[in-house]
């Protein structure tokens, strides 16, 4: 099975900019989730999408949202960008089925960097 | 609020010195205990998946352990190739896609 997939890989925006990532799951995942990882806080959870519905949502501000495909594909925008925002974005597929946690699968990450 | 830590933050090995990476949760709530390997500018990549105190699971140099309040990842005669940041990560309760993800470990072996 090929794992999940993030495009663009590399990005560079300045601030105020908005930007978008996307993200393809591993073929019969139907859970995505989004994390944001920087040195100085490591890998932090954004929200979680299942069946095109936000099931869980960390603690960041409302510039981020994302949306889920009928094909479980997710994309996440992060808008008015700030300095701080300089990060990898990293997007995890499960199947979600279960009734807890699941080994999430990670793609290669979207390396985001604000100016 | 649920906490996952770990330690050591850095650890330097030779080549052939076993040594263990310790991973401390938050008990209460507990679902399970995920080990991740990280290469540096790649997406994390999964290695274990714990649910009960006691469980044991294995992969070739790497042996992972979980007690009641820590997890533990063994590293075995370890080689330049396994140098990389050892990432545990919490599920709790019923949240399906939120795992909460200790700092990590950097591992470097030397030859």
């Known amino acids: 099975k090929a794992g999940v997939t993030q495009t663009p890989r590399y990005l560079i925006k300045t601030r105020g900019q908005q930007v978008t990532l996307s993200c393809s799951p591993i073929s019969g995942h139907r859970s995505v989730s989004w994390y944001q990882q920087t040195p100085g806080q490591g890998l932090q959870f954004l929200f979680e999408y299942f069946s095109e519905t936000q099931r869980n949502k960390g603690n960041f501000p409302g510039r981020f949202s994302g949306r889920q495909f009928s094909n479980s594909r997710s994309e996440m925008n992060v808008s008015t960008l700030e300095l701080g925002d300089s990060a990898l974005y990293l997007c995890a597929s499960s199947p979600g089925v279960a009734g807890g946690p699941e080994t999430q699968y990670f793609g290669p990450g979207t390396r985001l960097l604000v100016l | 609020e649920d906490q996952v830590t770990q330690s050591p933050e850095a650890l330097r090995l030779q080549e052939g010195e076993s040594s263990s990476l310790n991973c401390s949760y938050t008990?209460?709530?507990?679902?399970?205990l995920f080990w991740y390997r990280q290469d540096p500018g790649k997406g994390p990549e999964f290695l274990f998946t714990?649910?009960?105190a006691g469980e044991e699971k294995e992969k070739e140099r790497l042996k992972a352990t979980l007690t009641k309040k820590e997890s533990f990842l063994h590293i075995t005669a370890p080689k330049p190739e396994d140098s990389a940041t050892y990432l545990c990560?919490?599920?709790?309760?019923?949240?399906?896609?939120?795992?909460?993800f200790g700092k990590g470990t950097k591992l470097s072996v030397k030859p």
């Open positions: 990560a919490g599920g709790y309760g019923g949240s399906q896609g939120n795992l909460i």
């Open positions: 714990l649910y009960s």
């Open positions: 008990v209460s709530g507990l679902r399970g």
